[in-house]
């Protein structure tokens, strides 16, 4: 991509744009052609045109664009198509203006000559750009199942989690020696956390690029006149005037709207979003092209690589410094916008959509599904973070006393995100005059088109930006320590006798590793390759792990077993209604929604963008790779003992020498009540199934 020069010195004639551009624009074979009064004539009557079109051409006929009288050049469309957006940009000097009009179908563009001296025009921006997340499922239809797992199955396993390595003071990894036989749990969870890790990593590579972008003299997501640019941008929803009058690239037309395959082909975009997906990610056509490497992602990314390393270097004690300010400081500025969006036109109705309910969406599986797992990312659970910290708790503290405090508090931000996110949607829908679920595409860089928007309508808005992208780096780094503390702390323990004392030079190896493995991530098509890693890598993984730990934890090391050791710890037994959730209802949930994940969970998409198949394909064989550990684990443990079936089970199940608490007098206290400690139900079936001849 190169710059666009903005020089009038030189007029660009619309017979030579339209020559230009003819080169690279697909033939259609129209059974049907008219001129460019017909169209206008057809646009402006929807009922005749849609009596006109073929049965196969099934296109919302928009009012719009009527523009008798024009002189026209390269006129002949396809009465299937109907034009539905126009874009002004500067032909020459004078009055004389060219209209670039884009067809549905996107299988060319009509250039209209106008004389301003002359003719009038009438023009009405049509955006019907949706939201990904909201056009599948409302946020009100959401929010249901959303907390109903995070009561029936995430607060559960929260407690399961933190209990176990609190007790053992054992990360991820090695916390499953309290059942040899399905080790390859915390592998697994080694492994979500080393893809999530470099995801995160990625996020923050964004943020940083903001942040140096914020400092421009003219914050680049509120003007329509940047190279990045198409003709189909406008700086102001819902302003007809804020559209850009500036020469068109056209090879960069050529590039971001012809072939941008994730956009809808008949709307604009607004400055913020083009930004992002041309200004930043340079989004190539989709999956199968991955382009260049962007340099500016690229040097972003290793910064955020080397701050990550500066933050983990000396483990936990540096981490905790850290998260004072960044735990702390998200709130101070969302705070500001919810202020500030909430004194805008519209913010109230986008706060009544975000908790209206469209009930019949609870019909649908995926709804159930996505809430399901969205608590899972929203609360830690199956991904080995939240084991890794609470291994570093004292023993004797309450392990409910946080469950009760982070899911409070944590979904509780939700909520309050929530409410800043659609207050300012509803500010944007208001400005376009579009409904709420129109106003932005893009699904994983959500927080990169809303955001910026809001801040523009704030006073000393660099410095508002500046503080919010710099709130989202912190809030990277912040979430990103858990998956990579899982990670170095896995490593290490796996031979702590020699890599104790090298702390340092393995998380300088991790990061490095990490560096390279997101490097796909800052190219053309890295964004089509994140939204997939990131669909597949939390879905089938997440939901067995989650599975399994309940029934190793209830009904192999045994739930009573359990109950004695919290009681150990806390003073207090295992919580009843979370015992009887964790025994029956969260497995049987986790287990049922793992069955419908292998049928009915929809393939991603990334805006009009749908994966082909093999894309698909590689995003199963990743949450296959992440699963694979635990039964190659289980058939290993299996295989090395001697034995029968039932007895190489029984060994395989049965607790290892090394599982306990780690401090000395709680350890001594702990073998002293051991045998006095039940056996759990399973391993009391296997028993009798030994003694049976």
């Given at each position: 991509?190169?710059?666009?020069?903005?020089?009038?010195?030189?007029?660009?004639?619309?017979?030579?744009?339209?020559?230009?551009?003819?080169?690279?624009?697909?033939?259609?074979?129209?059974?049907?052609?008219?001129t460019?009064?017909?169209?206008?004539?057809?646009?402006?009557?929807?009922?005749?045109?849609?009596?006109?079109?073929?049965?196969?051409?099934?296109?919302?006929?928009?009012?719009?664009t009527?523009?008798?009288?024009?002189e026209?050049?390269?006129?002949e469309?396809?009465?299937?198509?109907?034009?539905?957006?126009?874009?002004?940009?500067?032909?020459?000097?004078?009055?004389?203006m060219?209209?670039?009009?884009?067809?549905?179908?996107?299988?060319?563009?009509?250039?209209?000559?106008?004389?301003?001296?002359?003719?009038?025009?009438r023009?009405?921006?049509?955006?019907?750009?949706?939201?990904?997340?909201l056009?599948r499922?409302?946020?009100?239809?959401?929010?249901?199942?959303?907390?109903?797992?995070?009561?029936?199955?995430?607060v559960?396993?929260?407690?399961?989690?933190?209990?176990?390595?609190?007790?053992?003071?054992?990360?991820?990894?090695?916390?499953?020696?309290?059942?040899?036989?399905?080790?390859?749990?915390?592998?697994?969870?080694?492994?979500t956390?080393?893809?999530?890790g470099?995801?995160?990593?990625?996020?923050?590579?964004?943020s940083?690029?903001y942040?140096?972008?914020?400092?421009?003299?003219?914050?680049?997501?509120?003007?329509?006149?940047?190279w990045?640019?198409?003709?189909?941008?406008?700086?102001?929803?819902?302003?007809?005037?804020?559209?850009?009058?500036?020469?068109?690239?056209i090879?960069?037309?050529?590039?971001?709207?012809?072939?941008?395959?994730?956009?809808?082909?008949?709307?604009?975009?607004?400055?913020?979003?083009?930004?992002?997906?041309?200004?930043?990610?340079?989004?190539?056509?989709?999956?199968?092209?991955?382009?260049?490497?962007?340099?500016?992602?690229?040097?972003?990314?290793?910064?955020?690589?080397?701050?990550?390393f500066?933050?983990?270097?000396?483990?936990?004690?540096?981490?905790?410094?850290?998260?004072?300010?960044?735990?702390?400081?998200?709130y101070?500025?969302?705070?500001?916008?919810?202020?500030?969006?909430?004194?805008?036109?519209?913010?109230?109705?986008?706060?009544?959509?975000?908790?209206?309910t469209?009930f019949?969406?609870?019909?649908?599986?995926?709804?159930?599904?996505?809430?399901?797992?969205?608590?899972?990312?929203?609360?830690?659970?199956?991904?080995?973070g939240?084991?890794?910290?609470?291994?570093?708790?004292?023993?004797?503290?309450?392990?409910?006393?946080?469950?009760?405090?982070?899911?409070?508090?944590?979904?509780?931000?939700?909520?309050?995100?929530?409410?800043?996110?659609?207050?300012?949607?509803?500010?944007?829908?208001?400005?376009?005059?579009?409904?709420?679920?129109e106003?932005?595409?893009?699904?994983?860089?959500?927080?990169?088109?809303?955001?910026?928007?809001?801040?523009a309508?704030?006073?000393?808005?660099?410095?508002?930006?500046?503080?919010?992208?710099?709130?989202?780096?912190?809030m990277?780094?912040?979430?990103?320590?858990?998956?990579?503390?899982?990670?170095?702390?896995?490593?290490?323990?796996?031979?702590?006798?020699?890599?104790?004392e090298?702390?340092?030079?393995?998380?300088?190896?991790?990061?490095?590793?990490?560096?390279?493995?997101?490097?796909?991530f800052?190219?053309?098509?890295?964004?089509?390759?994140?939204?997939?890693?990131?669909?597949?890598?939390s879905?089938?993984?997440?939901?067995l792990?989650?599975?399994?730990?309940?029934?190793?934890?209830?009904?192999?090391?045994g739930?009573?077993?359990?109950?004695?050791?919290?009681?150990?710890?806390?003073?207090?037994?295992?919580?009843?209604?979370?015992?009887?959730?964790?025994?029956?209802?969260?497995?049987?949930?986790?287990?049922?929604?793992?069955?419908?994940?292998?049928?009915?969970?929809?393939?991603?998409?990334?805006?009009?963008?749908?994966?082909?198949?093999?894309?698909r394909?590689?995003?199963?064989?990743?949450?296959?790779?992440?699963?694979?550990?635990?039964?190659?684990?289980?058939?290993?443990?299996?295989?090395?003992?001697?034995?029968?079936?039932?007895?190489?089970?029984?060994?395989?199940?049965?607790?290892?020498?090394?599982?306990?608490?780690?401090?000395?007098?709680d350890?001594?206290?702990?073998l002293?009540?051991?045998?006095?400690?039940?056996?759990?139900?399973?391993?009391?079936?296997?028993?009798?199934?030994?003694?049976?001849?």
């Amino acid at each position: 991509m190169h710059s666009t020069s903005h020089s009038t010195s030189h007029s660009i004639s619309s017979q030579h744009i339209s020559q230009h551009i003819s080169k690279h624009i697909s033939q259609h074979n129209a059974q049907h052609e008219l001129t460019a009064h017909q169209t206008a004539h057809l646009t402006a009557h929807p009922t005749e045109s849609a009596q006109n079109t073929s049965p196969s051409s099934s296109l919302d006929i928009f009012q719009a664009t009527a523009m008798d009288g024009f002189e026209c050049t390269d006129v002949e469309v396809n009465v299937t198509s109907i034009i539905v957006s126009w874009k002004k940009i500067r032909s020459g000097g004078g009055n004389v203006m060219v209209w670039v009009g884009l067809q549905q179908d996107r299988s060319r563009l009509i250039l209209v000559e106008e004389n301003l001296n002359e003719q009038r025009y009438r023009d009405e921006i049509i955006n019907p750009v949706v939201l990904l997340f909201l056009r599948r499922n409302g946020p009100g239809a959401f929010l249901i199942p959303y907390f109903m797992g995070i009561i029936t199955c995430s607060v559960p396993l929260f407690f399961l989690e933190i209990t176990i390595s609190q007790f053992s003071s054992r990360s991820a990894a090695p916390v499953w020696v309290l059942c040899p036989l399905f080790k390859g749990i915390g592998i697994s969870q080694v492994l979500t956390s080393s893809f999530g890790g470099v995801l995160y990593n990625v996020i923050i590579s964004w943020s940083m690029y903001y942040i140096y972008t914020s400092f421009w003299s003219v914050l680049p997501w509120t003007t329509c006149d940047n190279w990045w640019n198409t003709p189909m941008c406008v700086s102001k929803l819902g302003n007809v005037s804020s559209i850009s009058e500036t020469h068109v690239h056209i090879n960069a037309v050529e590039e971001r709207l012809f072939y941008s395959a994730w956009r809808k082909s008949n709307v604009t975009l607004t400055a913020s979003e083009e930004f992002w997906q041309y200004g930043t990610l340079r989004v190539s056509s989709g999956i199968d092209n991955f382009g260049s490497v962007q340099v500016h992602l690229l040097l972003c990314n290793l910064a955020s690589w080397v701050v990550a390393f500066l933050c983990l270097m000396k483990g936990v004690r540096s981490v905790g410094k850290v998260l004072y300010v960044t735990a702390l400081l998200p709130y101070m500025l969302l705070t500001v916008l919810l202020i500030r969006s909430c004194m805008m036109p519209g913010a109230g109705d986008g706060i009544i959509y975000f908790f209206r309910t469209d009930f019949s969406r609870l019909a649908s599986v995926q709804v159930w599904l996505e809430a399901l797992l969205q608590g899972f990312y929203s609360t830690g659970v199956t991904y080995g973070g939240l084991i890794t910290m609470s291994s570093y708790n004292n023993f004797n503290n309450r392990p409910l006393k946080d469950l009760v405090l982070v899911t409070v508090i944590g979904e509780a931000s939700s909520i309050f995100c929530g409410l800043v996110v659609f207050s300012t949607l509803g500010f944007m829908a208001h400005q376009a005059q579009v409904l709420i679920s129109e106003v932005v595409s893009s699904g994983s860089g959500l927080g990169f088109i809303i955001f910026p928007e809001a801040i523009a309508q704030l006073p000393v808005s660099h410095l508002w930006a500046v503080l919010f992208f710099l709130m989202l780096f912190m809030m990277g780094i912040d979430s990103m320590f858990g998956p990579a503390e899982t990670i170095i702390a896995g490593i290490i323990e796996a031979c702590p006798k020699y890599l104790q004392e090298r702390r340092m030079c393995v998380t300088a190896g991790v990061c490095l590793v990490g560096f390279v493995l997101s490097i796909p991530f800052v190219t053309e098509g890295g964004i089509f390759l994140f939204q997939l890693i990131e669909w597949y890598s939390s879905s089938f993984s997440t939901l067995l792990i989650g599975c399994l730990e309940c029934v190793v934890i209830n009904w192999i090391y045994g739930s009573n077993r359990l109950s004695n050791d919290i009681e150990m710890m806390a003073g207090r037994r295992f919580p009843v209604l979370l015992k009887l959730l964790s025994l029956y209802l969260t497995p049987f949930i986790l287990f049922a929604s793992l069955i419908c994940s292998l049928f009915l969970y929809d393939p991603p998409s990334y805006g009009e963008f749908i994966y082909p198949e093999y894309a698909r394909v590689i995003g199963i064989m990743v949450a296959v790779v992440m699963s694979l550990p635990i039964p190659i684990t289980f058939v290993y443990q299996v295989v090395k003992r001697k034995g029968s079936l039932c007895e190489r089970l029984s060994l395989a199940s049965r607790l290892s020498p090394e599982w306990g608490p780690s401090r000395a007098e709680d350890r001594e206290i702990y073998l002293q009540n051991s045998e006095s400690h039940p056996q759990s139900v399973i391993m009391r079936i296997i028993s009798r199934t030994r003694r049976s001849p």
